[in-house]
């Protein structure tokens, strides 16, 4: 491992941590249902952090903290648990990082998170929403099929503007690439 990789205060760190912050924050701007930069930040984190610890922590931390505000709900295990299936996504997208890679693992992300929390919806839901069978559960990913949109285009446009941001800024900043050991 780098110095760089060790140490939390070097460039390229800090300004990940930002664009994820700021994502961050973006939770509480008024926006059209699902769409949000969440997914996005955790496979942001997991492609660019070199500490994988980091990957995965400060995503589900930033989540938690701003779920502190915007409030909890029966879901929300299915939902980190989403976000934290994202961040080994950016993982496997770093190994390769290009167009395609970076929209597959945006729309997979995606498709997992639907798959993901319209399950937990139905299965935490008791009976109250949708019945505890084959045909309740079909009834709760119909259901959730007008919101998938925005959770495909939030996803997309997030993911493009983080990843390429970052692209771009390290062409302009080299302290942000990674020095090779």
């Not at 922590?57 to 930033?62: E, F, K, N, Q, S």
């Not at 770093?94 to 319209?118: Q, Y």
């Not at 079909?138 to 099929?145: K, N, P, R």
């Not at 941001?165 to 090779?180: D, H, I, S, T, W």
Request: charged share 10%; glycine share 8%; no cysteine.
């Amino acid at each position: 491992m780098t110095n760089q990789e060790s140490n939390l205060f070097n460039p390229r760190t800090i300004v990940v941590f930002a664009i994820i912050l700021l994502a961050a924050i973006f939770r509480f701007l008024p926006t059209p249902p699902n769409f949000a930069p969440v997914a996005a930040m955790a496979m942001f984190g997991g492609a660019y952090f070199a500490d994988k610890r980091l990957a995965l922590l400060i995503p589900i931390a930033i989540m938690l903290i701003t779920d502190l505000f915007l409030g909890f709900h029966s879901t929300l295990m299915a939902v980190y648990l989403s976000f934290a299936a994202m961040v080994g996504i950016g993982v496997l997208v770093s190994r390769n990082k290009n167009f395609f890679s970076i929209t597959a693992g945006a729309i997979a992300g995606s498709i997992l998170f639907f798959i993901t929390t319209n399950f937990a919806v139905w299965a935490l839901g008791s009976g109250m929403f949708y019945p505890l069978t084959m045909e309740g559960l079909l009834m709760s990913y119909t259901a959730a099929i007008p919101f998938f949109h925005n959770t495909l285009i939030g996803d997309l446009v997030f993911t493009g503007v983080f990843f390429g941001g970052f692209e771009l800024a390290q062409r302009y900043f080299p302290a942000l690439k990674l020095q090779n050991a």
